[in-house]
């Protein structure tokens, strides 16, 4: 059982923020569950292999918001294939004591354990952090609370949409990171994005103290190393990798090469 950790996990995500050695941390999503469980632990150790300073561990859901083709169709064949919450807590546990672990997981999810459950069993897991994207922070107040009780991170987001007033009120809400979406859309990769980094990261940075990690179509080393240079303290890349893992004759051996890419890409 857990107990009273508090900031455990933001501690803990702080560090891989501070101690990454490059330009900005590194941050791979990985699906759990696909294309089945065994192989998606098999990516998560090639991940941190490769060069992950922390991983974002995505529950499979039947209707995603955020989540563009790729990640959809790969949480359908995590679904498909028997994952469950309770499989993708056991991932997690194999996987945390190598890097801290992030899980993003729909708030229905979430609820149905209810908040102070949801927050022990992550902890009990060896997770640090807990991202809802479909969560306002106006409906956080019993999740908050009961993430710090069990020492785990509750990371909101922002969208190059949010107006200020609202974006300073997340900001210091912010456990952890803040997440910042680069674009108006759902996660995929995209061909260009460089324009936008510099505004989006500056205005994210301006309204927190925790660092600022820019995801959604970031999916080359070039772009992760654009991230950076716009300010960004670490970088997202998901579709790019789940896509790797659904087309490569061995998934894991595929995913630390792409991984370690990226990661020469932040080197200074």
């Given at each position: 059982?857990?107990?009273?950790t508090?900031?455990a ?24 569950g696909?294309?089945d469980?065994a192989?998606?632990?098999?990516i998560?150790?090639?991940y ?5 300073d922390?991983?974002?561990l995505?529950v ?23 994952s ?8 997690c ?7 801290p672990v ?10 149905a354990?209810?908040?102070?459950a949801?927050a ?7 997770g640090?952090?807990l ?18 009780e ?21 900001g ?7 997440y910042?979406?680069?674009v ?17 990261v500056?205005?994210a ?5 925790v ?5 959604f ?28 893992a ?5 998934p ?17």
């Amino acid at each position: 059982m857990s107990t009273t950790t508090t900031n455990a996990g933001a501690e803990r995500i702080a560090a891989a923020f501070r101690e990454h050695g490059r330009r900005a941390a590194l941050m791979p999503y990985l699906m759990a569950g696909f294309p089945d469980d065994a192989t998606a632990r098999a990516i998560g150790q090639a991940y941190a292999d490769g060069g992950a300073d922390l991983v974002e561990l995505g529950v499979p859901f039947s209707d995603p918001l955020a989540d563009g083709p790729v990640i959809h169709e790969a949480g359908t064949r995590a679904l498909a294939a028997g994952s469950t919450v309770d499989a993708v807590l056991r991932q997690c546990e194999a996987l945390a004591p190598r890097v801290p672990v992030v899980l993003m997981c729909y708030a229905q999810l979430v609820l149905a354990r209810g908040a102070d459950a949801f927050a022990r069993q992550l902890a009990d897991a060896g997770g640090s952090g807990l991202i809802v994207p479909d969560l306002p922070m106006e409906e956080a107040a019993a999740l908050l609370p009961a993430c710090e009780e069990h020492g785990i991170a509750l990371v909101p987001l922002v969208a190059p949409t949010t107006p200020d007033e609202r974006l300073g009120r997340i900001g210091a809400e912010a456990r952890g990171f803040l997440y910042t979406v680069s674009v108006v859309g759902t996660t995929g990769e995209r061909a260009a994005l460089a324009d936008q980094f510099g505004s989006i990261v500056a205005r994210a940075k301006a309204a927190t103290d925790v660092p600022v990690a820019l995801g959604f179509g970031i999916a080359t080393p070039e772009q992760a190393r654009q991230a950076a240079d716009a300010g960004a303290d670490g970088v997202i890349v998901g579709s790019r990798l789940v896509r790797e893992a659904g087309e490569a004759a061995d998934p894991a051996a595929a995913v630390r090469a792409v991984v370690r890419g990226l990661a020469d890409g932040l080197e200074h």
